[in-house]
Nanobody, 121 residues
Framework: QVQLVESGGGLVQAGDSLRLSCAAS????????MAWFRQAPGKEREFVAT????????YYTDSVKGRFTISRDNAKNTVYLQMNSLKPEDTAVYYC??????????????WGQGTQVTVSS
């Protein structure tokens, strides 16, 4: 069983930055991939970024490439999402998730409860 707890969301203006964190419980954090998803009001949940267990490989959805960076600190059992140049269309609930393997189309086994990010224009 893995528990994931996100933090760092908030209300910002367009062009600002935010860093989301996701703390994971349980053992063997470095053995599985981690991902961020988001869900905007009235829309389906969508993939944002994923990172391998070692942190050496990452994948992003096209709309965030060059603006968002996923990273992890395996000593702290934490994965991060650094979000720069935020846009109103980035407004969503952001979810952390774990996947046994790294894939471009993650199939998470565990999910966090989500953290709200609101970007005003």
């Amino acid at each position: 069983q893995v528990q994931l707890v996100e933090s760092g969301g908030g209300l910002v203006q367009a062009g600002d930055s935010l860093r989301l964190s996701c703390a994971a419980s349980g053992r063997s954090f470095s053995s599985y991939a981690m991902a961020w998803f988001r869900q905007a009001p009235g829309k389906e949940r969508e993939f944002v970024a994923t990172i391998s267990g070692s942190g050496g490989r990452t994948y992003y959805t096209d709309s965030v490439k060059g603006r968002f960076t996923i990273s992890r600190d395996n000593a702290k059992n934490t994965v991060y999402l650094q979000m720069n140049s935020l846009k109103p269309e980035d407004t969503a609930v952001y979810y952390c998730a774990s996947d046994p393997v790294l894939r471009r189309d993650p199939r998470p086994v565990y999910w966090g409860q989500g953290t709200q990010v609101t970007v005003s224009s």
